[in-house]
């Protein structure tokens, strides 16, 4: 290509795969084979750490490029933002500090970042059309279901799984009284446990907010149609699955009633009872729920203060 060692070619993108497809050799491959002067390589970071969508951090794919192409590429890498036009700014920065006096070029398929870009160099994007497509999240996909016999894989799962954020993991715990009198409450009981339980589980990133995912997780283990009295508050659970590790559980504590349903055991529910609330003690409770059960006692005792004629609460409540 005449006059291209006057030129530095951009490429910006993700690439988050374990190997280049035969669409980002061919892509690079060509860029290299027109003989730019210099070839700028723009991968994007995220500031989330190890998901599924972002398994690779920066330097694993600056290594992967140099490996394929060494000294091909100048590698850097750009940060996520929240607003396209900082986003922009940011590359064009990246650019202008390394360009010198070269024209900029910046070549891509059009679904990659052209849309999101802004910036100063939007005119100069040459579209590149891949002869060979390959998903890198069907790649992603693929490779999540094997397992490999081999040192390397193994270090890589480790790799990846201590570099992960310390995080919550968020649920809900449902206290369901049978009406509005609070006399009666339905408590759970699971496989080779001896005490009760409060029904609940984990929140779900399809779930709309912790009032959705307790209205879902009650109808899941007891197959009631409740309504949400009012949220108690929220408490670390000393869950005995996760006492060792780092990540902990925090729960969204709720008092509900019955609406409609036959009460019946579901899910990881082994059985279900109709309790007398008033004959319960913190002893008949497991371990880990014993601070909701507190928490539900003084919540119940005010609430009953406040609401002295409870048939008119029910009325106005559930209207």
Not at 47 to 67: A, G, H, I, V, W
Not at 93 to 110: E, F, P, Q
Not at 173 to 188: G, R, T
């Amino acid at each position: 290509m005449e006059n291209n060692k006057e030129k530095i070619a951009v490429i910006v993108g993700r690439f988050q795969v374990a190997e280049l497809t035969q669409g980002h050799l061919d892509l690079f491959r060509k860029v290299i084979d027109d003989d730019y002067g210099s070839i700028l390589l723009v991968l994007g970071l995220s500031p989330t750490k190890c998901t599924q969508r972002n398994p690779l951090d920066f330097e694993s794919r600056r290594l992967m490029f140099e490996e394929e192409f060494p000294g091909k590429l100048t590698i850097q890498y750009l940060r996520d933002e929240a607003s396209d036009s900082v986003w922009s700014v940011n590359l064009d920065r990246i650019i202008d500090d390394i360009r010198g006096n070269r024209d900029v070029v910046l070549i891509g398929s059009r679904d990659c970042f052209y849309d999101c870009y802004d910036g100063c160099y939007k005119n100069n994007f040459i579209e590149y059309v891949p002869k060979v497509y390959t998903s890198g999240s069907e790649q992603r996909k693929s490779l999540s279901r094997q397992i490999k016999s081999n040192k390397y894989w193994r270090a890589g799962c480790i790799y990846a799984t201590m570099n992960q954020y310390p995080s919550v993991y968020a649920t809900v715990d449902c206290a369901i009284f049978n009406d509005m009198s609070l006399d009666k409450i339905y408590l759970a009981r699971k496989e080779n446990e001896y005490s009760y339980r409060f029904v609940g589980g984990f929140s779900s990133p399809t779930d709309s907010s912790f009032e959705a995912a307790a209205r879902r997780e009650a109808a899941e283990e007891t197959k009631l149609e409740t309504t949400i009295i009012q949220y108690i508050g929220s408490r670390k659970i000393d869950d005995w699955r996760y006492r060792s590790e780092t990540n902990k559980i925090i729960t969204n504590f709720y008092a509900m009633v019955k609406n409609w349903g036959r009460a019946q055991p579901s899910d990881d529910i082994k059985e279900l009872y109709l309790v007398d609330f008033n004959t319960l003690s913190e002893n008949d409770i497991m371990p880990e729920h014993r601070e909701l059960f507190n928490m539900l006692c003084n919540w119940r005792t005010a609430y009953i203060l406040k609401n002295p004629s409870i048939k008119d609460a029910v009325i106005k409540q559930l209207d």
